[in-house]
């Protein structure tokens, strides 16, 4: 439980980090694979995220919190 806070912080700086290169418009002009292979990853980021966060809400409520 005590991880979750991290593992979220450090997921959001990954999808940040995604942002701002993909909001790049030479990122575009890159090999095709990297380019596909980002956008897939700043895509699944979300669901990640999201998920992290149900986590500690349920893990939370078990707690009592």
């Known amino acids: 439980f005590e991880s979750l806070p991290a593992r979220?912080?450090?997921?959001?700086?990954?999808?940040?980090?995604?942002?701002?290169?993909?909001?790049?418009?030479?990122?575009?002009?890159?090999?095709?694979?990297?380019v596909r292979a980002t956008l897939a990853r700043l895509e699944s980021l979300g669901g990640?995220?999201?998920?992290?966060?149900e986590r500690w809400a349920a893990l939370e409520a078990l707690r009592g919190g």
């Open 8 to 34: 979220i912080e450090a997921l959001e700086a990954d999808k940040a980090r995604l942002e701002a290169e993909v909001s790049d418009p030479a990122f575009y002009a890159g090999a095709p694979d990297t």
């Open 48 to 53: 990640e995220i999201a998920a992290a966060y």
